[in-house]
Structure formats: structure tokens, C-alpha cells
């Protein structure tokens, strides 16, 4: 029997106001495709990340319709969330009954602090600690930065850097011009790293900003579009980053995750795997990619609480761990699914 693919939109409601420094999130849509195939049903997501990913297109469920209708052309597509969405339906449904998680007891995250106010930022911080977080990851840039840096400093007065990992994420909100100078500030607090300081495609600056900076650099945005192999390489080698983090769904699905990270491992960078604001389909396969790569550090995977309505799995977060329960069974909600006609 032929394989026949099929996707349906599904809105993801956020628990609260979701804000970074580009923007504020109540809601995020995402696609849900499924295989069929001799009686059984195989799904991914296609995590599309309006305002961030290069697949924002007004054609996306054209492309989408037409790749459901040809996955022996899957290598073809160049929408990193289509390909991560059906690489993982396709990779499900040839599932032979060895599972990653059976020899993983759990994968350790990173507490991720969202922006707000100062006050309201201190109180998830403080929530995080009392949960058992021992690495916490922070999104800057969308407060005045003085305030930022006494909520570090805050931070440091209680934990020192040997009980306390800091990650800081700034999505872009330094300018060239100010980053040096903002990131000497940071260091005093013993910051681990921050990621994407200045905005992607300012490739001579952040080359700089990484041979001068106190604090390790990570690259987020700047994989974003760059999907050879030789590329590849050649961004890694310019700019010469500490860390990358490797998003599938917007670096090139599964496949396309999986080079960067050979890129980085040939290059001597480190890296780690986040997710995208995916629902539990997503955030299960990218936890599955961890395992396999042979996970050495907490990993941007926590965001499975996000939404009041994610898919019930096998997933669940114990303190700073990640974990599954193949007792807890997946139940996908009722959604309108778009069979593409051939």
C-alpha cells in the first residue's frame, strides 16, 4: 500500500504572555502532518515559526500540500520546518521497535526564564531555582538592560557560578556598537555564554564580537538559510563561535540538524539541541536527535508546560530532567486534516 501524507493546522494557547525582544506571543500555530500506511498512522510537526523562519512564506501550505503528495522529494525541499515535520513522520512510521528513550533515563534541560518585568522575571527565576534547575537560561534585551543586569546580580548574591549556570539569549538586541561594551558588563556575573548578541547576517561583526568577547558566543539565528555543506563549514570556520544551537525546525529539519552538528564536531564547536515552540510531537523527536547525537550538556528542552493545550505524551519534566513514560500513551486531538490530492 502507498504511503499518503496529510497535515492540519493546530493553535498552541501559551499559559501566559510569551515575550522576547522581537516580540509578545499569547498563541503559536503549528502544522501536524500524519503517514498512513498498511493500517498505521506516523506524525510529525512542521513547526513553522512565523516572523522567524525563512518557510513564513504566503505559499507555505502550497508547499506544504505538495511535499505530503511527493515524499520521495523530500531531499528537494528547502522549508526546513516541512522537512523537519515529515523526516520525523516518515522516521516514526519505520519505527522497528527500538525506541532512543529505552536506555535514557532522562535528559537534562535548562530552566528557561522568559522576559517581563523586572519583578515579574525575579519570580520565575525564583520558581526555577525552587524546582531544582541548576542551569538557567535567560532571554534579555526586552527590559532596560540595567535592570537585567541587577536581576543577575541578584542571582549571583545567592548562587555562585559553581552551583549556578547562567545561559543568556539575546535574540539580536545588541548593536554592533554596543555589544562589546554589554558583554564585559555581563561577564562579571560569570555568564556560561549568551546567544546570537547582534542580529544574524552581520557576519564580519560577529566574527569580531566572538575573537573579543569575555563571554563564550553561541549562533542561533545566524544557521538560519545556510544549508550546504560547504557553507556550512565556512560559517563556523569565519565567525569561529564557542557554541551553536541546532533548532531543526529551523535549521534544516533533521537532516539538516544532524550536519550542523557534524559541522561543529569536525570544526571543535560545541553544540546543543533546542526546541522551537514546538507542541510534544516536535519536542519528542529533537529530545530522540539528543539522545542519538549523545547528549554532554543540559539542552534547551523544556518547553513541553508552555501551552494549556499541548498533545497529552509520553513526556514529562521531572525537576531539570526530561523524561518519558511509555505507560503514558499520545493522544492526538481531533483536528480538520487536508488530504492533498494528487
Known amino acids: 500500500m502507498d504511503m499518503n501524507a496529510e497535515w492540519a493546522r493546530m493553535r ?51 508547499q506544504l500540500d505538495y511535499y505530503c503528495r511527493n515524499l520521495n522529494r523530500l531531499k528537494e525541499c528547502r522549508y526546513s520546518s516541512i522537512r523537519f515535520g515529515l523526516e520525523t513522520a516518515l522516521a516514526n512510521l519505520k519505527h522497528d521497535g527500538a525506541d532512543e528513550w529505552d536506555n535514557c533515563k532522562g535528559i537534562p534541560i535548562n530552566g528557561l526564564i522568559w522576559m517581563g518585568d523586572k519583578k515579574l522575571m525575579a519570580r520565575r527565576i ?44 539575546a535574540n539580536g538586541s545588541f548593536s554592533p556598537e554596543n555589544a562589546l561594551n554589554r558583554l564585559h558588563r555581563l561577564s562579571s556575573f560569570g555568564i556560561h555564554s549568551i546567544e546570537q548578541p547582534i542580529k544574524a547576517g552581520q557576519l564580519d561583526h560577529m566574527r569580531t564580537i566572538c575573537s573579543k568577547s569575555p563571554i563564550p558566543i553561541a549562533l542561533d539565528e545566524d544557521l538560519i538559510g545556510c544549508t550546504s555543506e560547504q557553507a556550512k563549514h565556512e560559517k563556523l570556520r569565519y565567525i569561529q563561535p564557542s557554541y551553536i544551537i541546532l533548532k531543526p ?29 514546538e507542541s510534544n510531537i516536535g519536542l519528542d523527536s529533537i529530545a530522540r536527535l539528543a539522545i542519538k547525537r549523545g547528549i554532554k550538556m543540559p539542552q534547551g528542552l523544556g518547553t513541553g508546560e ?19 513514560d511509555a505507560a503514558r500513551p499520545w493522544i492526538i486531538p481531533d483536528l480538520k486534516w487536508n488530504t492533498p490530492i494528487s
Open 249 to 277: 525546525a529551523l535549521c534544516g529539519g533533521l537532516s539538516g540538524a544532524n550536519s550542523w552538528a557534524d559541522a561543529a564536531e569536525q570544526t571543535g564547536i560545541q553544540y546543543w539541541f533546542t526546541s522551537a515552540l
Open 306 to 324: 508552555l501551552y494549556h493545550n499541548n498533545i497529552p505524551s509520553p513526556l514529562y519534566r521531572d525537576g531539570a530532567f526530561l523524561r518519558h
Open 12 to 62: 498552541l494557547d501559551f499559559r501566559f504572555e510569551a515575550r522576547t525582544s522581537r516580540e509578545s506571543m499569547r498563541y503559536k500555530d503549528t502544522y501536524i502532518v500524519r503517514i498512513h500506511k498498511d493500517g498505521h498512522y506516523a506524525y510529525g510537526e512542521c513547526a513553522l515559526f512565523h516572523g522567524l523562519s525563512e518557510d513564513d512564506k504566503p505559499d507555505y501550505e502550497k
Open 126 to 169: 525564583d520558581e526555577k531555582l525552587a524546582d531544582g534547575f541548576g542551569v538557567l537560561k535567560l532571554k534579555i534585551g526586552g527590559i532596560d538592560f540595567e535592570d537585567e543586569l541587577d536581576l543577575l546580580e541578584m542571582i549571583r548574591q545567592r548562587y555562585a557560578p559553581s552551583n549556578l549556570e547562567i545561559r543568556l539569549d
